[in-house]
């Protein structure tokens, strides 16, 4: 597993990583949807719903305590990231976004210790494999690269530099050939649409 996920964690407990900056890590609940979607529709704009990795996780659930958000002092959303599970040739893995957060709190480190605590869980669950289209150069620090996507493709265009996989498993990813395909459960309900709102610029996975 790369080195820099070492957080172990006690699953479904606020982490306090981000206490000193005013926010803590928490896992999802229902009565997070609305405020989640609002939230990605200001970080990422209404387009979000057209991206290629969207083709994943329509109608499906996120993978079993891999849903998480960032509370402030107040216990508001201001960040988000949920992992799907996928898989390519029958290796499965996960599929990590959309991660995104308030445009009021980037710069803060809401978005690192969301990932780490995600990286963390899954680790903690045996999952073996990330993947996500997003920023190079951000998700290097944390251990991802496009290399080991190389063999794997998405049902829909993708910007190849910005299609990463990490490995919490060594060769976790060894024989994943061809298109990625959703393997989660399936939801039971349709998504309520929310109204968008105000796009600001974020770094975020898609």
């Known amino acids: 597993m790369n080195q820099l996920v070492t957080n172990q964690l006690v699953a479904d407990q606020p982490v306090a990583t981000g206490a000193a900056a005013g926010f803590v890590i928490d896992s999802e609940r229902p009565a997070d949807e609305k405020a989640r979607e609002r939230l990605l529709d200001r970080a990422m704009g209404p387009e979000r719903r057209r991206k290629t990795c969207e083709r994943l996780r329509a109608g499906r659930l996120p993978a079993d305590g891999l849903a998480l958000v960032a509370r402030d002092a107040l216990g508001r959303v201001i960040g988000t990231v949920r992992l799907w599970n996928v898989q390519a040739s029958g290796v499965p893995a996960l599929m990590l ?39 190079a150069p951000y998700y290097a620090r944390f251990g991802f690269s496009p290399q080991l996507t190389e063999a794997l493709d998405l049902p829909g265009p993708v910007d190849r530099a910005r299609f990463l996989g990490l490995e919490l498993k060594p060769g976790a990813l060894d024989g994943a050939r061809g298109c990625l395909r959703a393997s989660g459960a399936k939801a039971a309900f349709a998504r309520v649409p929310h109204r968008p709102a105000l796009t600001m610029p974020a770094r975020r996975a898609s």
């Open 97 to 135: 976004g959309p991660l995104a957060v308030d445009p009021w709190w980037q710069g803060c480190g809401v978005g690192a210790a969301l990932l780490r605590e995600a990286l963390a869980r899954a680790v903690a669950r045996g999952h073996g494999a990330v993947i996500l289209v997003g920023d």
